[in-house]
T-cell receptor, first 113, second 108 residues
Framework: DVKVTQSSRYLVKRTGEKVFLECVQD?????MFWYRQDPGLGLRLIYF???????EKGDIPEGYSVSREKKERFSLILESASTNQTSMYLC????????????FGPGTRLTVL | GIQVEQSPPDLILQEGANSTLRCNFS?????LQWFHQNPWGQLINLFY???GTKQNGRLSATTVATERYSLLYISSSQTTDSGVYFC??????????FGTGTSLTVIP
């Protein structure tokens, strides 16, 4: 079975802190994705990566950056956390071929005070 | 971009009842998935179904790509079926576009 893990289930940070969210997948998938989920807004894509060191902006990249140094690991970085970044963050992975099945991690609930 | 609409937005069922959830999309798609988000936030894959019909136990799904819709059927619902159901489509590249979900509550 595909397994996608995220470093924390719950995280509380203060405004202005630098925050790292880590995601690891064990199925050698080329694509990895970061989404945020907010009530009434559904899932929105922040960034995705289709290969090591490659990244593409999604719909809401402002205030975020990403890093993919190894194929199995995709990190989301909040350079200076703000209260409007309080949200549920979901990581996913899939094979490279367009539109293949996507698998999600358990999510990280981030609260920025 | 593509529009993905799900209906109904909310659904309350008595345990044992059947239901049909619908996903409409505004353009041709390369892929479609149905997910169940449990109360802890985990998105669980139900079906990978760009076209045709699939069944898995009490759940089945049908996608009619030419008419731009997909249906998810839940039979003999159980309280553990409660949660939010999402459909997601790919119409270009690798990006998935999600609907806003159907929130299902199954009452004992």
């Amino acid at each position: 079975d595909v397994k996608v893990t995220q470093s924390s289930r719950y995280l509380v940070k203060r405004t202005g802190e630098k925050v790292f969210l880590e995601c690891v997948q064990d199925m050698d998938h080329e694509n990895m994705f970061w989404y945020r989920q907010d009530p009434g807004l559904g899932l929105r894509l922040i960034y995705f990566s289709y290969d090591v060191k490659m990244k593409e902006k999604g719909d809401i990249p402002e205030g975020y950056s990403v890093s993919r140094e190894k194929k199995e690991r995709f990190s989301l970085i909040l350079e200076s956390a703000s209260t409007n970044q309080t949200s549920m963050y979901l990581c996913a992975s899939s094979r490279l071929a367009g539109g293949t099945e996507q698998f999600f991690g358990p999510g990280t609930r981030l609260t920025v005070l | 971009g593509i529009q993905v609409e799900q209906s109904p937005p909310d659904l309350i069922l008595q345990e044992g009842a059947n239901s049909t959830l619908r996903c409409n999309f505004s353009d041709s798609v390369n892929n479609l998935q149905w997910f169940h988000q449990n109360p802890w936030g985990q998105l669980i894959n139900l079906f990978y179904i760009p076209s045709g019909t699939k069944q898995n136990g009490r759940l089945s799904a049908t996608t009619v790509a030419t008419e731009r819709y997909s249906l998810l059927y839940i039979s003999s619902s159980q309280t553990t079926d409660s949660g939010v159901y999402f459909c997601a489509v790919v119409y270009t590249g690798n990006q998935f576009y999600f609907g806003t979900g159907t929130s299902l509550t199954v009452i004992p």
